[in-house]
């Protein structure tokens, strides 16, 4: 196995020779991470990964959907039941059938991930198959066992400057916590998450928020305790180095609604008695709540919309969420923004970087608000849509409207440690081939596109996120 130097750059010399030179401006710059979800206690406990198949497909739910997909069962690749009941436990046995299907990623994301991961991480010279599964298996195992391979060994390796995790509201943090306390010094922060707070429909709310009075000290029988609540663990959150929070919702609808009616629907869902509708508009007027209280506490925050979650009930409800089971959904955010924007659009206490799953609504809508509203700037490619092409689609259907300095650079958003400067390198070069084809058109001029790249690549996800500063 070898990686062509020029990768996923274009096949016209003239743009590949462009692209070459503006990639090598980016290729060594830190990595800025400012949205992911790799475990904190990797780096608090800095104990060495314990196997390939924990490492690199366990975590990954691009690699289990795609196998789900041709009909290989999660008990096979070793995920846990909710049950209990036995799945395959060996990870030999597992990687090698992750080796047998490896030909089933060809032409996707995940396959120019793992192509670098293996080269570039951990040395393998060969291609992975049936036939050199066990020795590929072997020659990374002997690797995770050096003092090299640590987790803050690789974070260093990789030139991650930045690392931010993604976490509940509730979380006491105490691995961050460790990290702090240790004497390893460098940048690992958490971010804000209430979602599961705001989820009053949902069965497991009473317990979260049981969690919730517990971290905060106090009870919570009104939702004046309950904001209270919130903007409590958002000033601790804060202390711990965190500077974002991050919202998922379905629908991006965002309403304020009378402090009576809130009250009234926050009292009901104490007594059991609120509905799906009530939450949807319960979560529409948290996201304006938290909009405010990013204004006092400086908070950027991001808004991940668009997600069908657990799709496949009965996967969900055999191994629980983040297998492979979340859909896309078509998103509406000119109207549903509205109240939000109309509020706060222009405020310049407020950073709001939205994302989306929908990519028809790029050039209709969120490209003209983003290139509108001073608040609002535009997060890259996730989830679905962070490849080579979907990558491309966004640039070339923001950049027109929104320009490039509307845009927050890319984030990794990624479970998998060991996939992040894979997924850095792949955007770093995707960004480089696409300004070189506006230098080659004679769009911008080639140092233009010089000071562009090294935007994309580490100014914009540092500046947008409030990362300059430790």
Same mark, same amino acid.
């Given at each position: /196995?070898? %990686?062509?130097?020029?990768?996923?750059?274009?096949?016209?010399?003239?743009?590949?020779?462009?692209?070459?030179?503006?990639?090598? *401006?980016?290729?060594?710059?830190?990595?800025?991470?400012?949205?992911?979800?790799?475990?904190?206690?990797?780096?608090?406990?800095?104990?060495?990964?314990?196997?390939?198949?924990?490492?690199?497909?366990?975590?990954? !739910?691009?690699?289990?959907?795609?196998?789900?997909?041709?009909?290989?069962?999660?008990?096979?690749?070793?995920?846990?039941?909710?049950?209990?009941?036995?799945?395959?436990?060996?990870?030999?046995?597992?990687?090698?059938?992750?080796?047998?299907?490896?030909?089933?990623?060809?032409?996707?994301?995940?396959?120019?991930?793992?192509?670098?991961?293996?080269?570039?991480?951990?040395?393998?010279?060969?291609?992975?198959?049936?036939?050199?599964?066990?020795?590929?298996?072997?020659?990374?195992?002997?690797?995770?066992?050096?003092?090299?391979?640590?987790?803050?060994?690789?974070?260093? +390796?990789?030139?991650? =400057?930045?690392?931010?995790?993604?976490?509940?509201?509730?979380?006491? %943090?105490? !691995?961050?916590?460790?990290?702090?306390?240790?004497?390893?010094?460098?940048?690992?922060?958490?971010?804000?998450?209430?979602?599961?707070?705001?989820?009053?429909?949902?069965?497991?709310?009473?317990?979260?928020?049981?969690?919730?009075?517990?971290?905060? #000290?106090?009870?919570?029988?009104?939702?004046?305790?309950?904001?209270?609540?919130?903007?409590?663990?958002?000033?601790?959150?804060? *202390? /711990?180095?965190?500077?974002?929070?991050?919202?998922?919702?379905?629908?991006? #609808?965002? =309403?304020?609604?009378?402090?009576?009616?809130?009250?009234?629907?926050?009292?009901?869902?104490?007594?059991?008695?609120?509905?799906?509708?009530?939450?949807?508009?319960?979560?529409?007027?948290?996201? /304006?709540? /938290?909009?405010?209280?990013?204004?006092?506490?400086?908070?950027?925050?991001? %808004?991940?919309?668009?997600?069908?979650?657990?799709?496949?009930?009965?996967?969900?409800?055999?191994?629980?969420?983040?297998?492979?089971?979340?859909?896309?959904?078509?998103?509406?955010?000119?109207?549903?923004?509205?109240?939000?924007?109309?509020?706060?659009?222009?405020?310049?206490?407020?950073?709001?970087?939205?994302?989306?799953?929908?990519?028809?609504?790029?050039?209709?809508?969120?490209?003209?608000?983003?290139?509108?509203?001073?608040?609002?700037?535009?997060?890259?490619?996730?989830?679905?849509?962070?490849?080579?092409?979907?990558?491309?689609?966004?640039?070339?259907?923001?950049?027109?409207?929104?320009?490039?300095?509307?845009?927050?650079?890319?984030?990794?958003? *990624? +479970?998998?440690?060991?996939?992040?400067?894979?997924?850095?390198?792949?955007?770093?070069?995707?960004?480089?081939?696409?300004?070189?084809?506006?230098?080659?058109?004679?769009?911008?001029?080639?140092?233009?596109?010089?000071?562009?790249?090294?935007?994309?690549?580490?100014?914009?996800?540092?500046?947008?996120?409030?990362?300059?500063?430790?």
């Amino acid at each position: /196995m070898k %990686l062509n130097e020029d990768r996923f750059f274009d096949p016209d010399p003239a743009t590949r020779r462009v692209a070459r030179d503006l990639y090598d *401006t980016t290729r060594e710059l830190p990595i800025i991470s400012p949205h992911g979800h790799v475990d904190p206690a990797i780096l608090a406990t800095n104990a060495p990964f314990p196997e390939p198949t924990a490492l690199l497909v366990s975590p990954d !739910h691009y690699i289990l959907r795609l196998l789900h997909s041709q009909g290989i069962p999660l008990e096979a690749l070793g995920i846990p039941t909710r049950d209990g009941k036995p799945v395959t436990a060996d990870p030999r046995t597992i990687w090698r059938l992750f080796a047998k299907n490896w030909f089933l990623f060809r032409g996707t994301p995940s396959r120019a991930w793992l192509d670098y991961e293996l080269h570039e991480v951990f040395g393998v010279t060969r291609s992975l198959s049936a036939d050199t599964a066990e020795k590929i298996y072997d020659e990374i195992a002997e690797k995770l066992g050096s003092p090299e391979f640590t987790p803050r060994r690789l974070f260093d +390796r990789f030139r991650i =400057e930045v690392l931010a995790t993604t976490d509940r509201a509730t979380d006491t %943090l105490e !691995h961050h916590r460790a990290i702090r306390e240790s004497e390893w010094k460098r940048r690992v922060i958490p971010t804000f998450r209430p979602d599961a707070l705001f989820a009053i429909a949902s069965p497991q709310w009473r317990g979260q928020l049981s969690l919730l009075e517990e971290v905060a #000290h106090n009870p919570v029988k009104t939702f004046e305790d309950f904001r209270s609540a919130l903007a409590g663990r958002r000033k601790y959150f804060k *202390t /711990m180095g965190a500077t974002a929070s991050d919202h998922a919702v379905e629908v991006p #609808h965002t =309403e304020r609604l009378p402090d009576r009616e809130v009250e009234k629907i926050f009292r009901a869902a104490l007594d059991g008695a609120v509905e799906k509708r009530d939450q949807a508009r319960f979560e529409a007027h948290m996201l /304006m709540e /938290m909009a405010e209280m990013s204004l006092a506490d400086g908070l950027v925050m991001q %808004l991940h919309p668009g997600a069908f979650r657990d799709h496949d009930a009965k996967l969900y409800d055999r191994f629980g969420s983040d297998r492979g089971g979340d859909i896309p959904a078509a998103t509406e955010y000119t109207r549903n923004l509205r109240d939000l924007l109309n509020a706060y659009g222009n405020d310049p206490r407020l950073t709001l970087i939205v994302f989306t799953l929908d990519e028809s609504t790029y050039s209709r809508e969120l490209a003209p608000l983003a290139g509108y509203y001073s608040a609002m700037k535009l997060g890259p490619p996730w989830w679905f849509h962070d490849s080579i092409e979907g990558m491309h689609r966004f640039r070339a259907r923001t950049t027109e409207t929104a320009g490039l300095y509307n845009t927050v650079g890319f984030n990794d958003d *990624t +479970r998998a440690f060991c996939s992040i400067p894979a997924r850095h390198d792949l955007s770093r070069r995707v960004d480089a081939n696409f300004l070189a084809s506006l230098v080659v058109r004679h769009i911008v001029a080639k140092d233009e596109a010089v000071e562009m790249a090294r935007s994309l690549a580490y100014e914009l996800a540092r500046d947008s996120y409030k990362l300059g500063t430790a």
